[in-house]
């Protein structure tokens, strides 16, 4: 009888064998910089609301297949128009799966901007499906004519936006989208899981394109313990989506926690306005720091560059800090580092840890 790793090793897709897990670092003992969480909690009143639903919760029962109340609360907080749906999943992720499984027919391409959202290209690897990259501009902004060279030659089923940007950070000329939705001929989902913190959306311009669906998750505005992300659009899309969709993918616990918080959806954006503020501040600290070079961000964190950055993370990290380090994952991110705006009190922390480290190295 062969061993396991020999049969997983015959049996498993090549590709899936290549593949590393995607790592969620321990987190226990530092400030936790390095997953663009909300750092602020729920308000102690809120929480008590929160309790109540939970404790009246039927969690004896299978949740609404359909989720069909916090689908329409969903669509009254961001006023969709009548001809819209939403599509609910558990976190960005699931979605992101589902649309590259619908839309993966044989020969079928998803494109998506470098460097971005890693998962784009991982699901497509997942799924089977051709993955073509088109890199960004040197200072992060679209390169506009590469993209749509790239979209003519390739004629992708499917393309993937995040707006703002992650890792970047920055927001994307959104005369440069509409050219790319204009000019795609599949399917185009514009990702703003950091809707919350960013000047501008797409939303708004769902009626204008049949082949547009926006994205968004509630993780980075404060409900990441919930994992709940929705697509919105037109129903002819979701329709179809809803057949890949598993059975309960959002539980019952999710489903009343998120539609009681969306129903105090004004206290989480007050705290995305604080966050905003934070974020202007660290941007400012950070840029007064001889050797960092740090980017412009529409998102809740902030993307810097300074030399030996893998040096830097460890020496924040034997400091208390953890926050991202993205060095070597793209050729574009070289000496970069990702930190999460947190509360006053983290940052100036981080800060501290950050110069520390530093003065050590120099």
């Known amino acids: 009888m062969p061993s396991a790793f020999s049969l997983a090793s015959t049996l498993l897709r090549r590709e899936i064998l290549d593949l590393h897990a995607y790592h969620v670092p321990d987190s226990t003992g530092y400030i936790k910089l390095d997953a663009m969480e909300n750092p602020y909690p729920v308000p102690s009143a809120l929480r008590g609301e929160i309790a109540g639903v939970v404790a009246a919760a039927a969690i004896n029962r299978y949740p609404d297949p359909g989720a069909a109340s916090l689908k329409e609360k969903i669509r009254c907080t961001l006023d969709l128009p009548d001809d819209m749906g939403v599509l609910l999943g558990n976190g960005s992720d699931e979605l992101i799966q589902l649309l590259a499984l619908a839309l993966n027919k044989p020969g079928a391409t998803l494109l998506g901007l470098e460097p971005s959202f890693v998962m784009y290209k991982m699901i497509a690897t997942f799924t089977g499906m051709r993955y073509v990259g088109v890199p960004l501009a040197a200072d992060f902004s679209l390169d506009l004519p590469t ?67 926006v994205m968004r998750t509630f993780s980075k505005l404060g409900m990441a313990g919930l994992r709940l992300g929705f697509l919105a659009g037109r129903t002819a899309w979701l329709e179809q989506l809803e057949k890949l969709r598993l059975p309960y993918n959002v539980g019952v616990l999710p489903q009343v926690v998120a539609e009681k918080l969306l129903g105090h959806h004004k206290i989480l954006l007050q705290q995305a306005e604080q966050i905003k503020l934070d974020r202007a501040a660290l941007h400012r600290q950070l840029g007064a720091i001889a050797g960092v070079q740090v980017y412009p961000s529409e998102a809740n964190f902030l993307l810097f560059r300074a030399a030996r950055a893998t040096e830097v993370f460890d020496g924040l990290k034997r400091r208390g800090v953890l926050i991202k380090n993205l060095n070597g994952g793209h050729p574009m991110l070289n000496n970069c580092l990702r930190v999460t705006v947190g509360t006053p009190d983290e940052c100036a922390k981080f800060v501290a840890a950050l110069l520390d480290t530093l003065n050590q190295l120099a």
Not at 152 to 174: Q, W
Not at 187 to 201: C, I, N
């Open 147 to 213: 993209t749509l060279t790239a979209i003519r030659r390739e004629k992708p089923a499917l393309v993937f936006i995040a707006y703002p940007n992650n890792p970047t950070g920055n927001l994307f000329s959104a005369p440069d989208v509409m050219q790319i939705i204009e000019t795609a001929p599949g399917l185009v989902v514009v990702d703003e899981a950091y809707y919350a913190f960013a000047a501008d959306s797409f939303i708004p311009r769902l009626a204008d394109y049949p082949n547009l669906l």
